[in-house]
Structures are given as C-alpha cells and as structure tokens.
C-alpha cells in the first residue's frame, strides 16, 4: 500500500503559499515571477524545493497545484489522467487510489493478452 504524500510543515506551508501557481498550465513560479522545479530523472515527476525548519523538502509539483486550488494537500497519490508525468496542470490531475493508478498506467510492449488467455 502506497502512503499519501507527506506534507509540509508549517513553516514550509507558509512559503508554498506565497509561490504564484498557474493551475490550468500546472506551473509554480517563485517570489519573483520566474518558473521554479525540476524534473527527477529518476521518477521523471517535476518537484519543487523548499526550506523550513533547518531542512530542505522536495515536493511534487502536482500537489503544490492540488493545494494551489483546493485549499488543502491531497489525501492519496495524484495521478496523471494523461499518463505525462510532467503535466501539472489541474484537468489532468486526480486523487487515486493505487488500483485505479494501475488501471491508468502504461504496459510495457510485451504486456499483451492472447485470445487463449482471455477465452
């Protein structure tokens, strides 16, 4: 079982609030106006950095959007309805479970049911 996404202290929640979020393109910009994040190059999910308490966090772009325009952090995983890892904006995201993330992911080239099996 996946855990929902940690959230940020308050400190650190203070300092998400005060980034300019633009939910239909799913970009966060910082303090001066200049998009921040980057992509992870091994889970390819963008994530932007903040600083609270002594420590420094990484969060996933997508629930800074999800905060952004619900008011609060997401309670499960969000999946990308698209599959694109790095589309943030607020139309392709959604909470999900992780059997309904399954049902939505990509199968590898080889994942193919024969007649045989499905008969």
Not at 25 to 52: F, M, R
Request: charged letters at 25%; glycine letters at 6%; a positive charge.
């Amino acid at each position: 079982m996946k855990l929902p996404p940690i959230p940020p202290n308050q400190e650190q929640l203070v300092k998400i609030r005060l980034f300019k979020v633009d939910p239909n393109l799913g970009k966060v910009y910082g303090i001066k106006g200049k998009e921040i994040g980057w992509i992870n190059k091994n889970n390819k999910y963008c994530y932007v950095t903040c600083h609270g308490k002594g420590k420094w966090r990484h969060f996933k772009r997508a629930n800074i959007v999800w905060l952004a325009v619900f008011g609060r952090w997401p309670t499960m995983e969000l999946d990308h309805r698209n599959r694109s890892k790095t589309d943030d904006s607020i139309g392709n995201l959604r909470e999900a479970t992780l059997s309904m993330q399954r049902i939505n992911q990509d199968r590898p080239s080889w994942w193919k049911i024969s007649s045989k099996q499905t008969s």
